[in-house]
Every structure is written in structure tokens, then in C-alpha cells.
């Protein structure tokens, strides 16, 4: 059971980790969609096949698309021409934090008095869920439906808004 | 090591890796897929504390991490536009020459 | 808990959402808007009615609802709802008399273009109303209050592009905000000396025995017991919301807004809110009669500034011009009268009188907006006339609603309820003032509404506008009929031969006493009403006025009288020469103190610190400055790694809370620090 929690795990991890560094955006998008799709698999491993689907839906299905666009769209970058000086600096102190943070959670995680695993996943139907969501959670659910309106339209005014573009001005 | 430990140690290391990227790339794109992975990372808590941890109601756990993954995506929405926003007043998605405090 | 009970908070709800749907719809939504307004009303005063019928079940019991709203320190607030058969009834009330208004602004309002926010308003002010009426906490019934007091605000001045509006709603707003100051101060004392803010709450709310005995022991200093000083907080908010003198000059100003919202404002709601306060809170109120040794009750100030406002109100109604003036001073009179019937300790009374007053007054507004509508907005008594030929139904409803007011014996609601009111002043034993002035009231009352009537409908047309003007359509009309229809009817539920609604309000059995109990001062009144009738008919009836320009009789015969009472007994003028003034004079003062005073002792110091400086100078440019000059270096350094913080950089600012994390984490987990 734990070594397939490992295996999954690992390569979760490796396809985030190599996305993080690539250099080329379009593959890093790709590559990324497998650490969430990885994610989902962890999800089902775990018992949660109704966030496994949402997060497949959501993540592989719905944001990568958006990414993939948002990167076609800035593809004029000159990002990809040329790296700054300070870019190795940056690297460094973000290697830094990264692994400091990364073995402060660890440290913690080993060293916390857990309560032992039940034996089983607790079972959720999804008519459950449902009515979870739609009775003792009802307020938050609503909350999180005006969250996403906002959002979709805060974001179509920012996309959408902006001086006009000048005529001689593309890159 | 017990499950929930691994589980742990697993969003614990998504999480490290999301920082990374999100302090080291330049690109607004990759910052932003770092915050993603960040924010998975802790819905992942969620799942592995529903699935292994002390039995609360059978549910909670689930729905908070549906409740991650709408924000996750209300989140990407609006950083993509500002994205986009930013590319069209500065021309370029390097997210350290967007440092002007001001319009 | 009944059905009714767990219900109820709807029926102010009801009208919330009309107005926050109307808030939403655009300007061209005029049917839309409308046509969830009126349902929202109807569908309250379903409820209102449902919840009567509860209600009457068992009238004494008082059915509450609460709920905690969060925690405070140590204590906490709470909130909630009450059904009884005096917040059934005026829940009933206040929404069948909207719901009428709601639909003759349907008629009346129809050119208007700011359509969809006039529902929008009317159903905030109708929500907030019926807030009031149900809150079971002071805390909401305050909140509640204080919507009435801005929903007042926007509705008066609706039409703000009147100067004349806008300054009368920020009248109105201030006016009643000074009561509103001191109803606040009597619910914090109350809460900080009770611990609760409950009207019942099974024993320990503020207005059951156990609680008001605890407060009864506790003493001021100046011989003044804690409940009487509360109550008299308490009353000033009453008195500004019910336009009690000294704080009655908003109402007639209030007249500015559209006639519905006059209609709603000074029948229904807004004025009501007052004498509705003080018969809720009458357990409070009416305690410290039992504590012998207080100098002053709390209802004897009550009965005092009642007794002056029925007067006043009557004596400057007689000399207005305004058609919708008149109506506004009869209104303070009226309320007068409720406050003296309080005052004097049958607040049963207060509530007949109230709930009657509501059908006829708001018949008189909407009748006087009706006669406005058909005139384009003339309004000037001495330019309208005839009109009882061109609009017999506004005619005969008007009629109705005058007769109602003035007190016509036997048949009219008006009567009754007052009978009642001048009734419980005779029986008072601390004086009988307050029946003296009751009773000069309602020769004035006659007199004017006499004069107002064959003003506007006798005689020739004064006016182009009067003589064009033609009856309204149905819209309009019908409204006006059901409240007719009301001002006659009601008038039943509270004779002496069959005292329903004193047993219903005070939940006993009352025996039902002879029709003519009291009958000499019943037969006074009577007489008393016949004079001025008489008296209005002999001026302005016998020989009509034929145009605009005629001298008012009145004003012939006491020219100086007539002058006086026209400018409303000149009492803004008063405000504005003490009050006003006063302030003035402050500011003078502190304007004097400031120049001359202040500013001498200021400029003395200065040429001082001149004259010292010029010495230190020397001294300072040549040993101090080198200290002050590292000083400085050393804080603007400090100020530059400071804004190098603030880079604007999005990177690096995560990496500090990275940073900060571990460091925290790890002064956790290092230090055991849990």
C-alpha cells in the first residue's frame, strides 16, 4: 500500500521539480499537467474519487487550458531571449527558502505525535457530499459561488481593460 | 514511517517545490503555476488528514478540498488576467520589472 | 413554538427583499419593481395576519424567538422576535395601510422618473417598520429604528433636486437623531445595569418582574431611581421620532417628499414608531409609580409634553395655508393625544388611537394626494376650491376621514378612540391639565379640519389648475375607499360596550360597560366637537372664499393671532435665535479667544522662542550641531533600509514570509512553545 503511495509520490514530485526548471514554458505547462494529474491519482488512492474527478475536471481539464492560452497569447515575451544577471542570485536564495521550508514541514511532520491510520476510508457517497454541501455547508458554498462570479468577471475587466494599443507598438 | 506521515511528507515536498519555482523563475506564468502547487499541496493535507486522521464528520475533509479547488481556480482566472494585463502595459511577463508601485 | 412564531421574522423580510431587488433593477423596471413591492406587502400582511390569529389565541402570553448574535466579553448579545397580540396588531396594521399606499403610488408616482428607487425606498422604510414592530431585543429594535430614520431620509427627500427637499430631510434626520442620542444612552445604561437587552426572555428580560425589581433598588444621585432616568432616555428618542414638541419641527418640513411617502411617514410608520416604543417598553416605563419616593415619574413628563403637543399641534394647524401643512400639525396634535393617553397610564388607549389614526390619516394624506395629482401639484388651500363637484369620490372619502378626525360621535373611528384617550386623562390623579388641553384640542381639531375642507372642496375654482382638475382613476381611488371604509369600521373594536381590543392587547378578560359610560364627558366632547364644526362652518363655510387673494376671515378678525400661529408660533425662528445663536456666539467666542487671546499668548511665546533661538543659534552653530546632524544621518539611513523593502518586487516579498515561516516554525518546534 505504501509503496504505491511512494511511486506515486515520486514521480508527482519529479514531473513538478523538472517543470519548475525547464526552460521552455510550453513544456513546462505539459509537464505540469501530469504533477496534477499525478495528484488526482493520489486522490483516488486515498479514497476521494469525487475530488479526483474535480481536480482532474478543474486542473488538467480547465486551468492548463487557460495557462496554455495565457502563454500563446505572451509568447512575444523577451523572456525567453534574455536571462538578467540577477537571475542566479535569485535561484540561489530561492533554493535556499525552498529547502529551508522544505525541512522545517518535514522536521515537523516526523517529529508530531500523529494518531494512527484507520483501517479503512471513510465512506462518502456522492449523494452524501451533496447534502453535506448543500446543508451544513450551504453559506460556504454560496460564499465560494460569489468568490468565482467576482472572480470571472474581476478578471474578463482586467484582461479586457487597459490603454489602447498603439499602432506601431508590437515587439 | 505511517501513511499519514508520507502523505504528509509528500504535500510537504509539493509545497518546497512550489516555493521554489515561484521564487526562482522570472516568468508571471511559472510564478503563478508555483502558487498552484502551493495550494494543491494543501488541499492534498486535507484529503490525507480526512483520509488517515482523528474521524471527524465523514465528509468535512472532501469538501474542503472542493472548496480549494474552486479558490484554486477563481485564483488562476484572475492571475492569468493580471497577466495579461501586464503584458499589455509592459510588453513582456517578467514578473521583477513589474515593480513599479504605481500605474 | 407555533407556526406563526417561527415565521414572522419574514414579514419584515418580506419587504427587505423588495427593496434589495429593487436596489438591483434598472431604472426601466418600473413594473417590475412595482409589481415585487406590492407583493412583498401583500404577502406580509398574509403573514401579519396568520400571526394575529396566533397571537389572539392567548393574549397574554408573550410567544418570543431568540437567538444569540455573538458573544461580547462575558456576555453576549442577543437578538430576537415577539408575538403578541400588540405587535400582531401593529403588524397588521402597518402593512395593510402600506400595501394601500404601495398602490396609489402606483397611480400617483407614474410620471415619475426615479420610479423603481421610489418602491425600492418604500419597501426599505416598510421592512424597517415592521422591524420595529416585531424586535423582542432593544438591541434590533434600535437597528430597526435607525433604518426607519434613513429610509425617512432618502423618501423626503426624494425629490432632492428641491433645495427645499434636501434641506428638510437633513432636517428631519438631525432632529430625530438628538431623541435618537439619548434613546442609545438609556439602552446602554439599561443594558450595562441589566446585563441584557431582552424584552422577555423567560424571566429575565427587561421587562419582567424579576429584572425591573433589581432595577428599582438601584438609586441615582439627586434623589432620581435608575428607571426613571432610563425611561426619560428612552423618551427622547419617542419624542423625536413622534415629532413631540420640542422636537416636532421636522414633521411639517417632512412634507416636501412625495404625498405617499407623507401618506406612509405621518399615518403608518415613521411617528407611530414612537408611541409604539413607549407602549412596548410601558412595563419599564410605568415602574418607577411604585417607587414612592421618587420625585419625578417618568410618565408624568410623558403626560406633560403630550398634553403641549396635542395643543400646539391644533392651535398652529388652524392658521396653515398648506394643504399638506394642515395635515402635518393635526398629525403632531394626534400624537400628542396618543403620548398624553400613555402618559396618563392606559396605553391601550394610545394603541386604539393609534391604530385609527393610521386608517384616517393615511385616508386624509392620500385623499390631499389625490386632490394634489389632479391639480399638477398645487397645494395651496387659498388656490384649490370646488373641487367636491369635479372629484366626488375623493370628496366623500375625504369627508370621511375629516369627520374621523374631528371626532363625529357615534359612527366614526375617531370618536372612539378618542373618547378613550380623554377618558383615561379624567381618570388620572396626579392632574387634570392634560384633560383640559385634550379638550381645547378637539374644538381646534373641528375647527380646522372644518376650514380645510370647505377651502378645498367648496366654492367656486380659484385657481386654472383646480378648475381642470377631474377624478383620478381607480388606482387612486380605491385605496382611498378601503381606508375609508377602515376609518368608520375600526372605530367598533374598542367601544366601552364591547371592549375587544383592550382584552386582546392586555390579554384579560375586560366586562363589557355601558355605551354612555362617562357619559358628561362624553356629552362635553360632543358639544365641545359641534362648536367647532360649528365655529368652521360659521367662518369659512356660511360665505366661501370666491378668490385666491381673499382675506382669510380668521385672519380678519385676529389679524396678530393668525400671523402668529401661521409661522408656527415662530418656534424655528426660537431654535434659530437660542439654539442658533447660541452656537453662533460660541464660535464668536472661540474665534475671539483664538485671535486675541490664544493667538496674543501664541505670538508673545513666539517672539520669545525668537529672541532665545537668535541666543541658542550662536551656541548651537558652534557646539550642539554635530550631534543632531549624526542623529539625523543615522535615521535617514535607517528610513532608506526601510524603503528598500518596498521594492515593488512580488518575489521578493514571498520570499520574506518563506523566511518568516521557518523562523517562527522553528522557534516552535525548538522552543516547545505550545
Known amino acids: 500500500m505504501n509503496t504505491v503511495l511512494v511511486i506515486l509520490a515520486l514521480a508527482t514530485l519529479g514531473t513538478a521539480a523538472v517543470a519548475m526548471s525547464l526552460r521552455n514554458l510550453l513544456h513546462s505547462v505539459l509537464l505540469l499537467t501530469a504533477t496534477w494529474a499525478g495528484v488526482a491519482a493520489f486522490y483516488l488512492w486515498a479514497g476521494a474519487e469525487f475530488v479526483a474527478f474535480a481536480q482532474l475536471l478543474v486542473y488538467v481539464g480547465a486551468i492548463s487550458m487557460a495557462v496554455l492560452f495565457a502563454v500563446l497569447l505572451t509568447r512575444h515575451s523577451r523572456d525567453d531571449v534574455a536571462a538578467p544577471p540577477a537571475a542566479r542570485s535569485r535561484g540561489v536564495y530561492a533554493a535556499a527558502a525552498g529547502a529551508a521550508v522544505a525541512g522545517v514541514l518535514l522536521a515537523a511532520v516526523s517529529l508530531a505525535p500523529l494518531a494512527t491510520a484507520p483501517a479503512r476510508a471513510p465512506a462518502v457517497s456522492v449523494r452524501q457530499l451533496g447534502g453535506e454541501l448543500m446543508g451544513a455547508h450551504a453559506a460556504s458554498l454560496l460564499a465560494v459561488a460569489v468568490l468565482l462570479t467576482v472572480a470571472l468577471v474581476g478578471a474578463v475587466v482586467l484582461a479586457a481593460g487597459g490603454p489602447p494599443e498603439k499602432p506601431g507598438d508590437t515587439p | 514511517m505511517s501513511p499519514l506521515q508520507l502523505c504528509l511528507a509528500f504535500s510537504s515536498l509539493l509545497f518546497a517545490v512550489g516555493l521554489t519555482g515561484a521564487l526562482a523563475r522570472s516568468n508571471s506564468i511559472l510564478v503563478l503555476l508555483g502558487l498552484e502547487l502551493m495550494l494543491t499541496a494543501g488541499s492534498v493535507n486535507f484529503i490525507a488528514f480526512w483520509r488517515f486522521g482523528p474521524p471527524a464528520s465523514p465528509a468535512t475533509g472532501v469538501v474542503f478540498a472542493i472548496f480549494a479547488i474552486a479558490v484554486a481556480a477563481a485564483e488562476t482566472a484572475v492571475g492569468l488576467a493580471l497577466v495579461i494585463a501586464v503584458y499589455r502595459h509592459q510588453r513582456n511577463i517578467r514578473l521583477p520589472e513589474a515593480n513599479r508601485l504605481k500605474g | ?674
Open chain 3, 1 to 674: 413554538m407555533p407556526p406563526s412564531l417561527e415565521t414572522l421574522w419574514l414579514v419584515p423580510a418580506l419587504p427587505l427583499l423588495a427593496a434589495s431587488l429593487g436596489a438591483l433593477t434598472p431604472r426601466g423596471g418600473r413594473r417590475f419593481s412595482a409589481g415585487v413591492a406590492i407583493a412583498a406587502m401583500a404577502g406580509a400582511l398574509l403573514l401579519s395576519c396568520l400571526a394575529l390569529r396566533a397571537a389572539l389565541l392567548d393574549p397574554s402570553a408573550h410567544l418570543v424567538h431568540n437567538f444569540r448574535w455573538f458573544d461580547l466579553g462575558n456576555g453576549a448579545v442577543e437578538l430576537g422576535w415577539l408575538l403578541d397580540p400588540l405587535s400582531a396588531l401593529m403588524c397588521v396594521m402597518v402593512s395593510l395601510v402600506g400595501l394601500l399606499i404601495f398602490i396609489f403610488s402606483l397611480g400617483y408616482m407614474c410620471e415619475d422618473e426615479n420610479f423603481t428607487r421610489f418602491f425600492c425606498f418604500m419597501s426599505l422604510f416598510a421592512a424597517a417598520m415592521l422591524g420595529v414592530v416585531i424586535a423582542n431585543s432593544l438591541l434590533l429594535l434600535f437597528i430597526s429604528w435607525e433604518l426607519v430614520g434613513l429610509a425617512s431620509y432618502l423618501l423626503i427627500g426624494f425629490w432632492f433636486h428641491k433645495p427645499a427637499a434636501a434641506a428638510a430631510a437633513k432636517k428631519a434626520f438631525i432632529t430625530t437623531r438628538i431623541g435618537d442620542l439619548g434613546l442609545l444612552l438609556g439602552l446602554v445604561w439599561l443594558y450595562d445595569s441589566t446585563g441584557s437587552l431582552l424584552l422577555y426572555d423567560g424571566g429575565n428580560g427587561v421587562l419582567e418582574a424579576g429584572v425591573l425589581g433589581n432595577l428599582g433598588t438601584m438609586a441615582l444621585a439627586g434623589g432620581l431611581a435608575v428607571p426613571t432616568a432610563i425611561s426619560l432616555l428612552i423618551f427622547c428618542g419617542a419624542a423625536g421620532k413622534s415629532g413631540q414638541f420640542p422636537l416636532h419641527v421636522w414633521l411639517p418640513d417632512a412634507m416636501e417628499g412625495p404625498t405617499p411617502v407623507s401618506a406612509l411617514i405621518h399615518a403608518a410608520t415613521m411617528v407611530a414608531a414612537g408611541v409604539f416604543l413607549i407602549a412596548r417598553v410601558f412595563p419599564l416605563i410605568s415602574y418607577d409609580q411604585a417607587l414612592a419616593a421618587d420625585p419625578l415619574h417618568a410618565l408624568t413628563v410623558v403626560a406633560a409634553i403630550g398634553a403641549v403637543t396635542a395643543l400646539l399641534g391644533a392651535a398652529i394647524a388652524t392658521a396653515q395655508s398648506d394643504l399638506k401643512r394642515v395635515l402635518a400639525f393635526s398629525t403632531i396634535s394626534q400624537l400628542g393625544y396618543m403620548m398624553l393617553a400613555l402618559g396618563v397610564g392606559s396605553w391601550v388607549a394610545a394603541i386604539f388611537h393609534l391604530l385609527t389614526h393610521a386608517f384616517f390619516k393615511a385616508l386624509l394624506f392620500l385623499a390631499a394626494g389625490s386632490v394634489i395629482h389632479a391639480a399638477h401639484h398645487e397645494q395651496d388651500i387659498r388656490r384649490l376650491g370646488g373641487l367636491g363637484r369635479t372629484m366626488r369620490t375623493t370628496y366623500a372619502t375625504f369627508a370621511v376621514g375629516m369627520m374621523a378626525l374631528s371626532g363625529v360621535p357615534f359612527l366614526f373611528s375617531g370618536f372612539w378612540s378618542k373618547e378613550a384617550v380623554l377618558h383615561a386623562a379624567s381618570e388620572w390623579a396626579v392632574s387634570q391639565l392634560p384633560l383640559y388641553a385634550g379638550l381645547v384640542g378637539v374644538v381646534l381639531t373641528a375647527f380646522y379640519m372644518t376650514r380645510l375642507l370647505c377651502e378645498v372642496f367648496w366654492g367656486p375654482a380659484r385657481s386654472p389648475e383646480a378648475a381642470h382638475a377631474r377624478e383620478n382613476t381607480g388606482v387612486i381611488t380605491v385605496p382611498l375607499v378601503i381606508l375609508a371604509i377602515g376609518s368608520v369600521g375600526l372605530g367598533f373594536l374598542g367601544t366601552p360596550a364591547w371592549p375587544w381590543l383592550e382584552s386582546a392587547l392586555t390579554g384579560r378578560p375586560v366586562a363589557p360597560r355601558s355605551l354612555l359610560e362617562g357619559g358628561g364627558l362624553m356629552a362635553l366632547s360632543i358639544v365641545l366637537v359641534a362648536a367647532g364644526l360649528g365655529a368652521g362652518w360659521a367662518l369659512y363655510g356660511r360665505k366661501v372664499r370666491v378668490s385666491a387673494d381673499a382675506k382669510d376671515p380668521f385672519s380678519a378678525a385676529a389679524p396678530r393671532l393668525f400671523g402668529f400661529l401661521g409661522a408656527r408660533m415662530r418656534l424655528d425662528e426660537l431654535y434659530a435665535a437660542t439654539l442658533g445663536r447660541l452656537n453662533t456666539l460660541g464660535a464668536a467666542l472661540a474665534d475671539f479667544m483664538d485671535r486675541w487671546v490664544w493667538g496674543g499668548a501664541v505670538g508673545f511665546l513666539a517672539l520669545l522662542g525668537e529672541f532665545t533661538g537668535s541666543v541658542n543659534s550662536e551656541v548651537d552653530e558652534s557646539g550642539l550641531n554635530a550631534g543632531f546632524n549624526s542623529a539625523s544621518e543615522r535615521i535617514r539611513g535607517a528610513g532608506r533600509a526601510y524603503s528598500g523593502a518596498q521594492s515593488g518586487d512580488a518575489q521578493g516579498y514571498l520570499r520574506t514570509v518563506a523566511v518568516a515561516f521557518v523562523v517562527l516554525a522553528l522557534l516552535v518546534l525548538l522552543g516547545g512553545g505550545r
